[in-house]
């Protein structure tokens, strides 16, 4: 059974615990760009097999693909209006690379700055130990 919390935790930039069970710890990542679409899971876990890492991210086709390069700068209704195209066009090509390709390319990239990479490290290192010391004590109930 988990102790009650006498301290405060530190905020790290980036990494966001969710559930810590003792044995099965959960995280956010965030990605550096800000985009809410670019955030990874990570879940960190204990058994009888040893202590396992789990990463994903949600991935997403090239939706900001542009065939529709002209640049409109001054005009608000054909720059509307290209956005309309782009998004139109992605979606034929979607379903013509399905169809004919079998197959949709999709990316998921989480970009980390160098403080956001060490707090990732540090936090896994950490999570690491502390799922190891559940694990010991549940084998040595046994
Ligand atoms: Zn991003």
Known sequence: MK??????????????????????KTYKVACACGCDHHIGDVVISADERGI??????????AYWHQY???????????INAKY?????????????????????TMT????????????YAN?????MADVEQFRQARINNM
């Open 3 to 24: 102790e009650c919390p006498t301290e405060a935790q530190v905020a790290a930039i980036g990494i966001l615990s969710q559930n810590d069970f003792g044995d099965y």
């Open 52 to 61: 396992s890492m789990t990463q994903s991210t949600t991935v997403s086709t």
């Open 68 to 78: 529709c390069k002209i640049n409109y700068t001054e005009c608000w209704p054909l």
């Open 84 to 104: 309309f195209v782009n998004a139109a066009i992605n979606r034929i090509a979607l379903v013509w690379q399905v169809l004919f390709k079998g197959n949709i």
């Open 108 to 119: 998921g990239d989480i970009v980390m700055t160098q403080q956001q990479t060490i707090n």
């Open 123 to 127: 936090t896994l290192t950490h999570a």
